[in-house]
């Protein structure tokens, strides 16, 4: 029976293939005899895995500009997939062996539209799993429809969104995602049974990585009589400063009875922010030797498919 709860607790503590490990973007500094002395993190690598990974795990957007109405109610199941380059070395973060070229997410989402603080204001809240990992995410919005209802009128509905999306069950990185968002979308009726909402936006992203201490040699036991040292290879990324991406998004929302179905296509532009270091202008470059450089966002522009099923009331 305790071999058995034993090897049940293996299986469950076993990384999967998406989970994060970020010893691998450390750079070790060795001593005369081969001997690892310290350990500096790639602060390049690391700039770009926050911007690709908060990219993936960003704020699902899936509306369209019309708040739900202060009674409306809606729970859905969403699904995404989000593009990466997979061929950067960064992604050797990945415990997988192989790097896939998207990362997957499923999440369930339940918007509420309110009359206070202000009319056609809506909330939104749920959680996002990454496939193939232990990582979740926490989200939630807010959106003030600015314009809405003329819908007999050529005239688009108009809303602004702020949102956050926050990294949890990683112990090494906390990574929180904040967007705004502006957009626009227009509602149409067919046959008297069906609506189609199409719509289109922008929206800034603003991710914030913040890094944990993390043990650069995860496969040596410091408690180990005799590697009492290696605890000197424990590191941890400076705060960089934030990294702003440019996302584009079009979808509609088709809806019957109370059931609906929201497709959506999302592009974000490649990175281009820098963590400027105060007193250098020495750049970043691959496994540097030292923290204190300006890291450039070298992010490639990434596509998001998503969808969205579920009821509104």
Not at 78 to 102: C, E, F, K, N
Not at 156 to 183: C, I
Request: glycine content about 8%; aromatic content about 10%; hydrophobic content about 40%.
């Amino acid at each position: 029976m305790f071999a058995s709860a034993c090897l049940l607790w293996a299986s469950a503590a076993r990384a999967d293939s998406n989970d994060i490990v970020l010893s691998r973007l450390g750079t070790h500094i060795t001593d005369a005899t081969g001997t690892s002395t310290s350990t500096v993190g790639d602060n390049l690598a690391f700039r770009a895995l926050a911007s690709q990974l908060g990219t993936a795990l960003a704020p699902h957007l899936l509306t369209p500009a019309d708040s739900l109405g202060f009674s409306g109610f809606q729970m859905t199941v969403d699904a995404s997939s989000t593009t990466i380059d997979s061929g950067a070395d960064y992604w050797r973060v990945l415990a997988g062996a192989d790097h896939p070229s998207s990362l997957q997410t499923v999440g369930f989402f339940a918007r509420k539209g309110l009359w206070l603080p202000v009319p056609s204001f809506e909330v939104g809240a749920g959680a996002v799993h990454l496939v193939g990992s232990h990582l979740w995410t926490g989200q939630f919005y807010g959106k003030l429809a600015l314009h809405e209802g003329y819908h007999d009128l050529p005239l688009p509905s108009f809303a602004v969104r702020g949102a956050v999306s926050r990294l949890m069950n990683q112990r090494e990185l906390d990574l929180t995602t904040a967007s705004l968002d502006l957009e626009v979308s227009k509602h149409f009726g067919i046959g008297g049974t069906w609506r189609l909402d199409p719509f289109a936006g922008w929206d800034l992203l603003m991710i914030i990585p913040r890094s944990e201490v993390i043990d650069g040699t995860p496969n040596i036991d410091p408690l180990t009589p005799g590697n009492e040292a290696d605890a000197m290879n424990n590191f941890v990324f400076k705060d960089q400063d934030t990294i702003y991406r440019n996302r584009f998004f079009v979808g509609t929302k088709l809806q019957y009875y109370v059931f609906q179905l929201t497709l959506e296509a999302q592009f974000a532009l490649a990175g281009t922010s820098i963590d400027d270091r105060a007193g250098t202008n020495v750049a970043c470059t691959a496994m540097s030797t030292t923290s204190e450089c300006d890291a450039k966002d070298t992010a490639k522009a990434q596509t998001t498919l998503s969808m969205s099923a579920g009821f509104d009331f």
